[in-house]
């Protein structure tokens, strides 16, 4: 089966290749794994030539391909787009592998896919022994126990019109989440470390966002689901119907974050944390929603609401970071947040198949307008929309996994 190696020299604090070097090429001579091509990227849009040109240069038959990679989140993105692109011109497809399994090695900042598939006990994130579980289970051939990945179609439209079309495999984003990815990689070379997303967070927490969002079940889901802390569960959305019509939420928004295949965004970060404690029985995505104007002491969005609501949105990431706790902090009727809180939740926990991102025309609130797919930032145009759909993982032609 062939078996392609794959690292990114500026992915993280910089220690792919060592990594591999010292542990990944040991443990694979070890157990007489053959490796076809190393290749370390050379920019941003390398990985998938790399990864195409394997492909087309292969023998016809095999329709499997493993793929080593010692990256971060954001590479993967970029060889999944490249594929995607490349397979919608449908006189290559027949070149390329049907099944093309990877096996995780996180050397990048958040690894947010390696941390979701494993999770981190008492171990250290650095720690070799923890990020060498997705090759161990390659070399074991837990091929049975390979995980698919669903995708995430974005597009980005204006006036009906598809502008550009983005997959995603971790995370979709507007507000606060899309604004620390943009500001945090000016930050990357003197902060390797996830402390980076902090500071970042710190310089936009006061912003609030002003769009409109319609949420739908898409094919895969019969109604909306929304979590309810009061039962501990997801029940249909009241303002669902099984016909499956849109739900419109209103803004302001502080935080918008949509993820699929992740619980986590870091080893501790898990902002869709019910995506493991209550796992989603269609294809579908979690997202996370904060609209500030749900908390009863505040009527209406000026720079004094912005400022005090700041605190409690920096508690309910911090929440996040506390195995999730986020997802059952509600209100009281004086606007303090607590578990133990009986008004409106500080959260909408909703899971769907599509939603749509309408930032409101002329808004002071630029960065409305912010997307994060993956952390590649785009913009979305003014009068224009996103419009974010999960895909099947049998849906289209190739098979994505991961070796778990
Ligand atoms: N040689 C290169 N020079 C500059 N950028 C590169 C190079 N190779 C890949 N890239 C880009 O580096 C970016 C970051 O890579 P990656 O996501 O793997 O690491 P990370 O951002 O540190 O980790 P994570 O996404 O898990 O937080 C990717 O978007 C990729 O396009």
Redesign the pocket.
């Known amino acids: 089966m062939p078996l392609f190696v794959l690292y990114?020299?500026?992915?993280?604090d910089g220690t792919a290749e060592r990594f591999l070097r010292d542990h990944v090429v040991p443990i694979l001579s070890q157990n007489g794994k053959i490796v076809d091509q190393v290749h370390?990227?050379?920019?941003?849009?390398?990985?998938g030539q790399l990864l195409i040109n394997f492909l087309e240069s292969r023998s016809l038959g095999d329709d499997e391909i493993t793929v080593i990679l010692c990256?971060?989140?954001?590479?993967?993105?970029?060889i999944v787009n490249a594929l995607q692109s490349t397979t919608s011109d449908q006189s290559t497809v027949d070149l390329l592998t049907t099944h093309l399994n990877f096996v995780l090695v996180?050397?990048?900042?958040?690894?947010?896919l390696y941390a979701s598939l494993f999770p981190l006990k008492d171990s250290d994130p650095s720690d070799a022994v923890y990020k060498l579980q997705s090759l161990h289970a390659y070399i074991n051939k837990r091929l049975s126990g390979a995980t698919p990945l669903v995708l995430a179609r974005t597009t980005n439209m204006m006036a009906q019109k598809a502008l550009s079309v983005t997959i995603a495999l971790v995370v979709v984003s507007t507000s606060l989440h899309a604004a620390i990815l943009r500001d945090s990689e000016i930050l990357?070379n003197t902060m390797?470390g996830v402390e980076r997303f902090k500071v970042a967070a710190r310089n936009n927490v006061t912003t609030w966002y002003k769009s409109n969002v319609n949420l739908a079940p898409g094919t895969s889901m019969s109604t909306v689901q929304l979590y309810d802390p009061k039962v501990k569960a997801f029940i249909t959305h009241p303002d669902s119907t099984t016909n499956g019509s849109k739900i419109t939420l209103k803004g302001p928004f502080s935080y918008f974050l949509s993820t699929i295949n992740v619980d986590r965004l870091e080893p501790k970060f898990q902002i869709t944390s019910l995506a493991k404690v209550l796992p989603p029985t269609e294809i579908s995505c979690d997202v996370v929603i904060v609209r500030p104007l749900r908390d009863p002491s505040m009527d209406k969005d000026n720079h004094d609401s912005r400022r005090l609501f700041s605190p409690k949105m920096w508690s309910i990431l911090e929440s996040a970071y506390q195995e999730g706790r986020h997802v059952d902090l509600r209100y009281d009727s004086k606007g303090e947040i607590s578990i133990d809180g009986d008004g409106p939740t500080v959260v909408e926990y909703i899971r769907c198949g599509t939603w749509e991102w309408i930032p409101e025309i002329g808004s002071a609130d630029l960065d409305a307008d912010v997307l994060c797919s993956?952390?590649?930032i785009s913009h979305i145009k003014s009068g224009g929309k996103v419009v974010f759909s999960v895909v099947n993982p049998d849906e289209g032609p190739i098979l994505y996994t991961v070796s778990t």
């Open positions: 990114n020299p500026v992915s993280g370390a990227t050379q920019s941003a849009t390398h990985a990256s971060g989140d954001g590479t993967l993105h970029d996180p050397c990048g900042t958040a690894n947010a990357r390797p993956d952390g590649a």
